[in-house]
């Protein structure tokens, strides 16, 4: 079993679509998050849910709206797709305890057309 | 705040020569402190990490790191490298437990194995 699972893998679309990926753990975790990986490779966090509710929103564009209807959910939806929203985006989660864990999904690279 | 640098965009050794990634933090808090393996277009792999146990960590395919608080450093040591250790590289810090339990990460390393 995939721990975290992101789809699709990989969704090229045109400016100005609206496009959604969504991201499930199976860990058990109760912290997930959103980070985005440009063409340098720079990896950004963009968002962070505690059992469902935000807790970092890092000045992403009110185009991005993420949305997490249990703590093993957490989707992205992106509207008004622009080209400079063309990254690789992972999803992630983090155990709670005395060890601290972040586990990454796959990725999904998203090209804007 | 927390961030880490990350000394050498590429760096590029021989097969069976030192492998030495450099990473120096920055952190208010003690730091937890993370390295990251991404093979071509591929995700991330979790090398190893420092929770402030011992200062010596070892992590999986024969790498290491060393946490040393006075040089505020973490680099990534490995004695001997594969053509397949060839990757980007990645070193990041956490606040683990604190406010946010954000994992902010450096700029990357590329690493090149020459045959």
């Known amino acids: 079993d995939t721990a975290v699972s992101q789809t699709p893998k990989y969704l090229v679309t045109q400016m100005g679509n609206d496009k959604s990926i969504k991201c499930e753990q199976n860990?058990?975790?109760?912290?997930m998050y959103w980070y985005k990986q440009d063409s340098k490779k720079f990896l950004k966090i963009m968002f962070s849910?505690?059992?469902?509710?935000?807790?970092i929103n890092e000045t992403v564009p009110n185009r991005f709206s993420p949305k997490s209807p249990d703590k093993a959910h957490l989707n992205l939806h992106i509207n008004s797709l622009e080209l400079g929203d063309s990254a690789v985006y992972f999803c992630?989660?983090?155990?709670?305890?005395?060890?601290?864990?972040?586990?990454f999904g796959s990725g999904t690279r998203l090209t804007v057309v | 705040a927390q961030s880490v640098t990350q000394l050498g965009s590429h760096v590029s050794v021989s097969e069976g020569a030192l492998v030495l990634l450099r990473c120096n933090y920055s952190s208010s808090v003690p730091p937890y402190l993370f390295w990251y393996v991404q093979y071509p277009n591929q995700g991330l792999q979790l090398l190893l990490k420092?929770?402030?146990?011992?200062?010596l960590v070892k992590g999986i395919n024969g790498f290491e790191a060393e946490f040393k608080k006075s040089e505020t450093s973490f680099h990534l040591t490995k004695p001997s490298a594969h053509m397949s250790d060839a990757a980007e590289y990645f070193c990041a810090v956490s606040d683990y437990g604190g406010a946010t339990n954000k994992l902010i990460f450096g700029t990357g390393t590329l690493l090149a194995v020459q045959p």
């Open positions: 849910y505690n059992n469902k509710e935000l807790i």
């Open positions: 860990l058990g975790h109760d912290t």
């Open positions: 992630a989660s983090s155990q709670g305890g005395l060890s601290p864990g972040y586990t």
């Open positions: 420092y929770t402030s146990a011992a200062t």
